[in-house]
């Protein structure tokens, strides 16, 4: 019966999600001790180590442009991609053990979604790449030596923690790291836009963009004030979802705000307007007065004092009674929080001394920046949620 189970087999993504946490519990009910630390210990990185090495030769690529993605053999993929043909039947044998690929015959393998994604989407390889091996994979492997080192304190300051012990480096700054890093940059902004396509519900599946356009104003009859202002929207991909919803969207409505170094490269269409920005200072003049500033993932980056400093910052660029800033973050549940939710936790411990917060440290973060919350929209199973605020 499980056989015929698969991604589509759910009307919504909520339920497919159900779903995978009451297999994932079972999994954890009938796995030894053992079997939880190999895979811990063993499994996830050799695995990633054979990914990515398939990914750097072209065999996912070129078994889908010129293989055609059908069933295939490794001397076939050795012949294609230039390869040593026992080096990739190790490898294909490997990630065919945990069903990323199915062996369909001796030697032989079919794609599963998961290939034909590596060969069709060109951000979703980037998550093997730079972002694991340059920043997450370092990130996780020198936590435990930094919070012994620290005495077991709960890190809450973005300049003295775990990203600095890692660097050696006090002076170290993550954000630049990222901006800066060769084998990084690209890869991160891959690894963002794949988080909040497919791990996320999307912004305007959430909050009801309609009453964004309905309500939009002009200002003093002169140029129509921003629509949405993404700050650190990375490469867009909140703004082109709206645009998918509202794709007569006029021209600049849209601003894509981030640092140089992120925008750097990036292309989007002509109702987005790219405005390189520092979010630790003032909005720039033409976006001050928006309809929405969203911030996606923004604040979650940043402890308790820097994140009221950057919401302190933001206020006076919104209209009271007019404005909204859209917050479009992770909540920790008081009660069997997601899992997802709780993994980024720890992501943000690593990386920034930051964390995921609970509507009740959400709520005492934006009144003490002089903000209110007007509504939560909190759907069932989401990993996010938008907590909508205006000008006290």
């Not at 993994?343 to 509507?359: F, N, P, Q, W």
């Not at 005492?364 to 069932?380: F, H, K, Q």
Request: aromatic share 8%; hydrophobic share 40%.
């Amino acid at each position: 019966m499980a056989s015929g189970i698969n991604a589509d087999s759910f009307s919504n993504e909520a339920e497919r999600t159900r779903a995978r946490d009451v297999v994932f519990e079972a999994l954890r009910r009938i796995q030894s001790p053992w079997d939880i630390a190999w895979d811990q210990n063993w499994v996830n990185p050799a695995i990633n180590a054979a990914v990515k090495t398939l990914i750097d030769a072209g065999v996912f690529k070129k078994w889908a442009d010129e293989a055609g993605g059908s069933p295939i053999t490794c001397s076939k993929l050795a012949e294609l991609t230039g390869a040593d043909e026992l080096l990739i039947r190790r490898m294909m044998r490997a990630i065919s053990g945990q069903f990323l690929v199915q062996e369909v015959a001796q030697d032989t393998y079919a794609r599963t979604p998961w290939a034909r994604a590596l060969a069709e989407d060109p951000s979703f390889s980037g998550m093997y790449g730079g972002f694991y091996h340059e920043l997450n994979s370092q990130m996780f492997r020198t936590l435990p030596f930094y919070l012994r080192e620290t005495g077991f304190q709960n890190p809450t300051n973005v300049n003295d923690c775990n990203f600095q012990f890692w660097q050696g480096d006090k002076n170290a700054n993550m954000f630049q790291y990222v901006g800066t890093n060769s084998r990084l940059t690209s890869d991160f902004n891959d690894a963002m836009e794949c988080h909040s396509k497919y791990n996320l519900t999307p912004w305007v599946d959430i909050y009801p963009t309609d009453t964004v356009i309905e309500s939009a104003a002009k200002t003093d009859g002169a140029q129509p004030r921003p629509l949405v202002v993404d700050i650190g929207g990375g490469k867009g991909h909140d703004l082109k979802k709206f645009l998918v919803r509202h794709p007569d969207t006029s021209p600049g409505s849209l601003v894509l705000q981030d640092l140089p170094d992120i925008l750097r490269g990036v292309e989007v269409c002509p109702a987005i307007k790219v405005q390189p920005h520092d979010f630790f200072t003032p909005q720039p003049a033409e976006s001050e007065g928006a309809r929405v500033y969203l911030m996606h993932n923004v604040l979650h980056d940043w402890p308790d004092e820097t994140a009221r400093k950057i919401l302190q910052t933001l206020a006076p660029a919104m209209k009271k009674g007019y404005s909204r800033l859209l917050i479009h973050e992770s909540l920790v549940s008081s009660v069997k929080p997601l899992s997802r939710v709780t993994v980024s936790d720890i992501t943000m411990m690593a990386c920034l001394a930051a964390a995921e917060r609970s509507e009740e440290q959400w709520r005492e973060l934006v009144t003490s920046a002089g903000l209110t919350i007007v509504r939560i929209w909190r759907p069932v199973q989401s990993v996010e949620s938008i907590i909508e605020v205006e000008v006290a």
